[in-house]
């Protein structure tokens, strides 16, 4: 949810002043003149280009259980972004660049990019349309449970997303119904010694459609009711493949987006999700679905967030239809000066491989901290845990990632 706008006061320990209580607003989110970028006006809209350079360390590059693999990377990273500023509608841009170099390691070299757009068509001033588009090419991290292990070099894979919706409000109760089209193209891949990695087998569209009915209890909070129906379909099909993979999914749940005075702001929602496999191999999957999202304004200067995720994803792991995955997850932010952030999180999540025998338990944890040098700098300081412990040995990885980050912004 959008946080309040609100004016930031002083910070404690500057002479003279007194921290008053903004606990309305998360610390990330909250304005910081002197050090937010100031953009580029271009008639209508808002121009804002950033630019960065990482340079990290990481001890297990291609997430093996032995035989562990270091290596320094630098990755240089460059997007726009470009928000329009009229009264009624909205138009939003952006695009964006990332090429990483390993100091040892050719072969992971990867290049990443994306474009996309997004807006709101304002019909009345109680029926709006909304819709994005975007395009991406993509790789899958090592860590991957679909990434072929013999592969040379990380799979690469262009997505395609739209998405469409449109509102209408009556009084207090709000009716939303939409939808959601995902296109997956895989690259093939090769051995170190030259034998093809076929990855078309994967390749698939994924259909969503929703419909929401939420009732208003106040501008910036609702109870809702949602269901979503999605048909997964992917292109090869027997006999071309031995096996089809694409499935139905159900689902329905009872939620809220809320904000509790100054003290918290997000959403949660609970319900019910079932899938069906076409493949008689496979078997159906159902149970809860939940999730959430929260900011907790502790103080002034510290604010929690609370994650919580259940979805069944796409898996091409021998034997599986599909997987459960959970996710958990707390991190901190605080504000120590105007200028200085530190954070820190820890994450819990596991894997059942549906029809296969695979389980895997994640655990991952965070820290660093945000220096901002004025509008137009800032620097950046993170260190990364991921361990992944499943009952499939070969599957196990543990790595650690220290990263520095230098980032421009105009």
Do not use: C
């Amino acid at each position: 949810m959008a946080s309040a706008s609100g004016a930031f006061a002083q910070q404690a320990g500057e002479a003279g002043t007194e921290l008053s209580d903004v606990r309305g607003q998360s610390v990330m989110e909250r304005a910081r003149p002197g050090y937010d970028a100031a953009g580029i006006r271009a008639g209508g809209f808002m121009v804002y280009p950033t630019a960065s350079v990482t340079e990290a360390y990481e001890d297990n590059i291609y997430a093996t259980p032995t035989n562990e693999t270091d290596d320094f990377i630098t990755t240089l990273r460059a997007g726009v972004a470009v928000n329009s500023t009229w009264s009624r509608h909205a138009l939003n841009l952006n695009a964006g660049l990332a090429q990483q170099f390993y100091a040892d390691n050719g072969d992971e070299d990867r290049f990443d990019w994306n474009v996309g757009a997004g807006g709101t068509l304002d019909i009345t001033s109680m029926t709006a349309l909304s819709g994005s588009l975007s395009y991406a090419q993509r790789h899958e991290d090592r860590g991957d449970p679909s990434s072929p292990a013999a592969a040379n070099e990380p799979i690469e894979y262009t997505l395609f997303t739209g998405t469409a919706a449109l509102s209408q409000n009556f009084a207090r109760v709000t009716a939303t119904v939409g939808g959601e089209y995902l296109d997956y193209d895989y690259d093939d891949s090769a051995t170190a010694g030259g034998v093809l990695i076929d990855q078309d087998f994967r390749d698939r569209e994924e259909f969503i459609e929703r419909v929401r009915l939420a009732y208003n209890l106040s501008p910036d909070t609702n109870i809702y009711v949602e269901g979503q129906l999605d048909q997964r379909e992917y292109d090869l099909q027997p006999p071309v493949v031995a096996v089809t993979r694409d499935s139905d999914g159900r689902q329905i749940v009872v939620g809220s987006e809320f904000r509790l005075t100054n003290l918290a702001q997000g959403g949660v929602y609970v319900g019910y999700q079932e899938r069906d496999y076409d493949a008689a191999a496979f078997g159906d999957t159902d149970g809860l679905a939940y999730g959430a999202n929260v900011d907790w304004f502790v103080t002034p200067l510290t604010t929690v967030i609370f994650t919580a995720d259940q979805s069944v994803q796409e898996t091409t792991i021998g034997g599986a239809s599909g997987y459960d995955r959970q996710r958990f997850g707390v991190d901190v932010d605080h504000e120590l000066m105007r200028n200085l952030i530190l954070s820190g999180g820890a994450s819990y999540g596991s894997d059942d491989f549906g029809s296969s025998a695979r389980e895997d338990d994640l655990i991952g944890a965070s820290a660093g901290l945000l220096y901002l040098l004025n509008r137009n700098f800032d620097v950046g300081l993170r260190y990364t845990f991921e361990d992944r412990d499943s009952n499939i040995a070969a599957a196990d990885y543990t790595r650690n990632v220290v990263a520095l980050t230098l980032t421009g912004k105009l």
